[in-house]
């Protein structure tokens, strides 16, 4: 078996205080990977980073605002365009040179390398707008971040990803956890947003 999981901050989407928790995956996977980057980028004392807000729902509303959220979810393109300038404008306020690139990925191949590089991928499963609507995947229409991976000894691949939580019928939710999700019966179903800093040393 080999396995690979990276540690960052996971958000959850039913967090209280979060205006429309129902289509706040996609912010929650923003806050999750800026975050992630935010931390990376502060190693040096020299570096002063502009941080998310420390209370979770407060964070998730931001990006829901600033990242184009809507009450019908948040498309690969419009979510990587987020990832994009909230990390360019931390960049630019911080004084570093760099770029922050986004990546549409092709193949548990190209995830697993991502992983393996340090860099969690956000992850989309949609059976609807991929047309697959008899497929019964983990989730129907569900934005996570890709924390790690594993492959089995028969040579099996899972992705795995925090799931932003889950909420209940009687109103209660779980938080965020890890899931691991067999990589070949989703793989039609999947978008996966590599985010990688360019130009920039160490990082």
Request: with cysteine; aromatic share 10%.
């Amino acid at each position: 078996m080999r396995q690979n999981i990276l540690s960052f901050h996971p958000y959850t989407q039913w967090e209280t205080g979060i205006r429309s928790p129902a289509s706040a995956c996609g912010p929650a996977a923003i806050a999750g990977l800026v975050r992630f980057w935010e931390e990376r980028l502060s190693v040096s004392e020299e570096v002063s980073v502009r941080r998310l807000p420390a209370e979770p729902a407060e964070a998730v509303n931001l990006m829901y605002a600033a990242c184009g959220g809507t009450p019908l979810g948040m498309s690969a393109p419009v979510l990587a365009f987020g990832l994009r300038r909230q990390l360019n404008s931390r960049l630019r306020e911080s004084g570093l040179s760099g770029r922050a690139v986004t990546q549409r990925l092709n193949g548990f191949e190209a995830y697993r390398t991502e992983i393996d590089a340090g860099r969690p991928v956000a992850v989309k499963f949609d059976k609807w707008f991929s047309l697959r609507w008899f497929d019964k995947p983990a989730f129907d229409y569900h934005w996570t971040v890709g924390c790690g991976y594993r492959i089995g000894d028969d040579g099996t691949e899972y992705l795995i990803v925090h799931d932003a939580g889950t909420r209940y019928k009687d109103g209660t939710y779980a938080s965020s956890r890890e899931r691991q999700i067999e990589y070949a019966p989703h793989r039609g179903v999947l978008a996966m947003i590599a985010l990688r800093i360019e130009g920039l040393e160490k990082v």
